[in-house]
């Protein structure tokens, strides 16, 4: 059979996908077993802003393989799609657009026409990362794609929020919250990064203490007797010296917010502060006097151990305003500038013009005790990267104490979900849990689903399905509804289960004296299970571990809330895929990698296998060297494919057929070479298919990538095709048997058409293996196979149009794992690869022929000579002497394997005077790298300081360096 000489990845990727998607492969539907097991996994939905990462390709590739394997396998499987409306992130660009085309603000246009062009935007722009994800192969059921506004989902939305509402687990009320004062919007703690900045400040601030008796500040300035001292002065005196300090010092990293200061808390204990206690101190800048209080809040050993208290901006302060019944004066606006709370001379600016305005002032009028470098931690909005101000705002929240419990219960009764890696993920994960606090979920962005909720002119809130349901409640009263939308997160979190068709309507029906389950989509005889029935819980979700509290926690709480099942079984945490420097890939770093540019360079199926192979929950460092291993492993394997159709005539796959030709009680009898060859194949293809199901059952997808790569590089095409080639290439003509290599003959005898079906079956199984990592290299090679047809899938899919994908997954059978064959087999492997490298450490010619002389036990020597055509074959040798001893000139290169040895005479092979000094000159080059080598690593300085990976490489390189040194010193002596 003709085929092309080289593997081009393109026509592969554009002609099979189209054909997949259009033939219904991907649906479960496609399954005809009616007791066919499920499989489900839902996508982590991408936002409709983004386009394929590396992240995403990561995860992707992880995700289709499980679904590839399972559908082969014979599970009814469904990798449901879909994208998140990303509220913030849409908006943004909406507005910038806006603001570009128009030089308008949404202000400008109105909500309503706002929304529209949102909707517009996505519709435009949304769909990108869709479409790449056909180029990535993903074998998802677009029938099946999803959308968070979807108007399913948004009821589902709707009537989580009623419930949640009515059960009094939604509440409105008035927090210190995170504000982003560039998207004008709340954040929730997990959408707030922490930066460590080394040039903070650290502000100490003079208030001025009221006299206890008059009142007025007090303006003494020679006080002997600790009225002036400083805080740490004054620790040193006895408390009966003290009198009322002139001022009272705290520290702050935020002097703009001292406007809003309400009181400065001591602790209770503190003696130093004792007498003050129940006082106020002037606030300078304003004419406020505010309180001195006692609050175990305050760490006594930290900075003067009096802290100034601000409840309207900072979450602590908040609770100890709360505890002492303090004011809440907000003096910023949403837009991060101060109010008119802040007072006229501030009113306006920016907070850290504000900031500096304040330092001035303090610094005038000798209130600014002295200005520190400080390291300070900032919260920063982990999407525009502003810097995030705590402020008391009026939010809507969600009590998460019940939602929590459930989610621990589920981890500790049933040890769902099952963490890989468990380790630190588990632990993590419960930890965040204990330690949860209520949900902030409204959000102040018009692009999202607005708060179902409506207020009269009164102000009191009425909570509802709709409009009409909301103004009933409140009998017909004129009403208003809420401006906010709903934190993306809350309907994502919902993801798990409103995919499936839950709207929770079906609970509303019921209790109205309907029947119908939520979700269900009844055929004519109203039998039809729903897709919640049958997919939920699905099996793993696959993400990263930035997002397990913000979104895996979410899910699994709400899904059981709302539907009592598990979310999922399994979640795989995958690592970040770092630059080449090996730093996270952003755009200011000019370090990404963008995977379509690999799909480009590489193809898709060597991408995607690579990326299966790093896949192992750890950060790694992006390589293009091993992405290219992986494109030449694609070639390998056409390679080797078209080398196996040049040589098919006669020769073609059936059902059995391929079965019963590779069992091993259909090989010739035992003792032949060819039939230990066989023997030996079949016990490595059934011993990898088995290691590899059991690799991916647990997750460690590197692991069987490597299986299928040795497997199929080494075993298959340097060693099998190698043994059988003459057996499946030649032919007789008249007396005279040719090589006929890539060309192609029709079969001399049976025998030959049984070894060309063999090598046929055993490639065909092979391609199945690598298909769910490989799938468009596999599929095009497949169909290519002379005798690939339906009978070959899996009995789910026999009415299905013949494709590798639907195609029966090899599982593996121990009956025919030979383990006396792998043994022999290695044995004649380690013979033929130590004479090849005493022919390349000795420099022989190619077309020079070798004397292998092999010392062993007899066991030994009668497998060898079983197997001496072969030997000599591929060692290039021309006699095998076999016997309890060597004995050979000296001059002969030896080498040593398992309870063997070897040995090659030399004389007239080589020019010993040359060989001598080539291998001193090569000792001596070693030796240099060597000894500069171990210089490094014997420095500490430089071990210490230099990145862990190359230390570990130039370890590795001084291992092999002294192996090599070591051999060539070896061949010298035997020359000598």
């Not at 999803?146 to 939604?170: K, P, Q």
């Amino acid at each position: 059979m003709e085929i092309a000489k080289a593997y081009e990845p393109k026509l592969a990727e554009e002609s099979h996908y189209q054909r997949w998607e259009s033939s219904g492969f991907f649906a479960p539907e496609i399954n005809k077993d009616p007791d066919a097991p499920k499989y489900s996994i839902v996508i982590p939905p991408p936002n409709v802003t983004g386009s394929l990462h590396m992240g995403h390709a990561l995860q992707h590739t992880i995700m289709d393989v499980l679904t590839r394997w399972k559908r082969m396998q014979g599970y009814r499987t469904l990798w449901l799609p879909g994208t998140d409306h990303a509220g913030i992130s849409v908006q943004r660009k909406v507005v910038e657009q806006l603001k570009k085309d128009e030089n308008k603000t949404p202000l400008d246009i109105g909500r309503e026409e706002f929304v529209r062009r949102a909707w517009a935007w996505k519709e435009q722009y949304g769909n990108t990362i869709t479409e790449q994800m056909r180029r990535e192969g993903a074998s998802v059921d677009w029938s099946r794609q999803r959308f968070t506004m979807d108007a399913s989902l948004s009821l589902a939305v709707r009537n989580v929020f009623c419930t949640l509402y009515d059960e009094g687990w939604i509440y409105r009320g008035l927090r210190i919250v995170n504000w982003c004062p560039k998207d004008k919007t709340v954040l929730s703690d997990l959408e707030v990064k922490e930066e460590t900045r080394k040039d903070g400040k650290l502000y100490y601030l003079r208030y001025p203490v009221n006299d206890a008796e008059t009142g007025d500040r007090r303006q003494e300035t020679g006080d002997t007797e600790g009225g002036n001292a400083s805080v740490n002065e004054r620790a040193e005196i006895p408390h009966s010296a003290f009198r009322i300090p002139q001022f009272l010092v705290v520290a702050t990293t935020r002097p703009e917010t001292m406007l809003g200061d309400t009181a400065v808390a001591v602790n209770p204990s503190d003696e130093r502060y004792k007498d003050l206690v129940g006082k106020t101190v002037a606030l300078p800048l304003t004419d406020r006097e505010i309180p001195i209080i006692a609050d175990e809040y305050v760490d006594a050993e930290f900075g003067t151990g009096a802290v100034k208290i601000t409840p309207a901006h900072d979450p602590n302060d908040y609770l100890v305003g709360e505890r002492h019944g303090l004011p809440q004066l907000l003096v910023m606006n949403d837009d991060g500038t101060m109010n008119a709370a802040a007072g006229a001379a501030f009113d306006g600016l920016d907070r850290f013009e504000a900031r500096k305005k304040v330092v001035e002032r303090f610094e005038e009028l000798g209130l600014l005790e002295k200005i520190e470098d400080y390291e300070i931690s900032l919260p920063v909005c982990e999407r525009c990267k502003t810097i995030v101000e705590p402020i008391l705002s009026d939010q809507w929240f969600v009590k998460m104490d019940e939602m929590r419990d459930m989610a621990l219960e589920l981890m500790r009764s049933e040890g769902v979900p099952h963490f890989s890696p468990q380790v630190p993920h588990e632990k993590v994960y419960t930890t965040w849990l204990e330690n949860l606090k209520d949900w902030t979920i409204s959000r102040q962005l018009w692009w999202g689903h607005q708060i179902p909720a409506w207020y009269d002119a009164d102000g009191n809130v009425y909570v509802a399905r709709t409009a009409e349901e909301a103004k009933e409640k409140a009998g017909g009263k004129e009403l208003t509804q809420d401006q906010d939308v709903l934190d993306t997160w809350f309907s994502s979190g919902l993801w798990a289960f409103s995919t499936f068709g839950w709207t929770g309507e079906a609970g509303r029906q019921l209790a109205e004296g309907g029947s119908l389950s939520d979700g269900q989509q009844p055929t004519a005889d109203g039998q039809q299970p729903s897709d919640l029935d049958v997919f939920l819980p699905t099996d793993v979700l696959i993400t990263g571990r930035d997002i397990i509290f913000l979104w895996v926690s979410r899910m699994i709480m709400l899904t059981k809330k709302f539907t009592g099942k598990k979310a999922f079984e399994d979640v795989v945490v995958t690592g970040t895929v770092l630059g080449k420097d090996g730093k996270p890939m952003s755009k200011s770093r000019n370090n990404g990698v963008d995977p379509l540019e690999m799909f480009d360079k590489f193809g898709v199926d060597a991408t995607r296998i690579y990326l299966a192979s790093i896949a192992t929950g750890a950060d790694i460092k992006w390589n293009d060297l091993l992405i290219e291993t992986y494109r030449n492993f694609a070639n390998k394997i056409w390679n080797a494919t078209r080398f196996c159709l040049m040589n098919s005539e006669g020769a073609s796959l059936g059902y059995p057929l391929q079965r019963a030709d590779l069992d091993s009680r259909e090989m010739p009898p035992k003792g032949g070479t060819q039939n230990l060859v066989d023997r030996w194949i079949m016990s490595r293809l059934n011993k990898t298919a088995i290691d590899v199901n059991k690799a991916l059952d647990r997750y460690e997808f590197h692991t069987a990538v490597s299986l299928l790569y040795h497997f199929f590089w080494d075993d298959f095409c340097d060693w099998y095709i190698e043994l059988v080639k003459d057996e499946i290439t030649t032919r007789e003509t008249g007396d005279e048997r040719q090589e006929t290599g890539d060309k192609g003959q029709r079969p001399r005898s049976e025998d030959q058409r049984s070894a060309r079906i063999r090598i046929l079956s055993i490639l065909e199984q092979a391609l199945r293996l690598l298909h769910p990592f490989m799938p468009y290299l596999t599929e095009e090679l497949w169909q290519k196979l002379p005798g690939t047809s339906a009978n070959l899938h899996n009995a789910a899919y026999r009415d299905a149009e013949a494709t590798i994908m639907l195609s029966d997954y090899p599982k593996g059978d121990t009956a025919l794992i030979d383990e006396n064959a792998e043994a022999e087999m290695s044995l004649v492997i380690d013979t033929i690869r130590r004479v090849r490298n005493i022919r390349t450490e000795m420099n022989i010619k190619p077309s020079d022929r070798v004397s292998i002389n092999v010392a062993a036990a007899a066991e030994i020597r009668d497998t060898l000579a079983a197997n001496e055509a072969q030997i000599l074959k591929l060692a290039r040798a021309d006699k095998l002497v076999l016997g309890e001893t060597l004995d050979v000139p000296k001059a002969s290169a030896k080498a040593v394997i398992t309870n063997a040895e070897i040995a090659v005479p030399l004389e007239g092979l080589i020019d010993f005077e040359k060989e001598r000094s080539r291998l001193g000159g090569q000792i001596e080059k070693l030796g240099k790298e060597l000894e500069r080598i171990s210089g490094q690593l014997s420095n500490a300085d430089f071990v210490n300081k230099a990145p862990a990976e190359k230390v570990e490489a130039l370890r590795e390189r001084k291992t092999e360096l002294e192996t090599q040194i070591r051999t060539l010193t070896q061949n010298l002596h035997a020359l000598t």
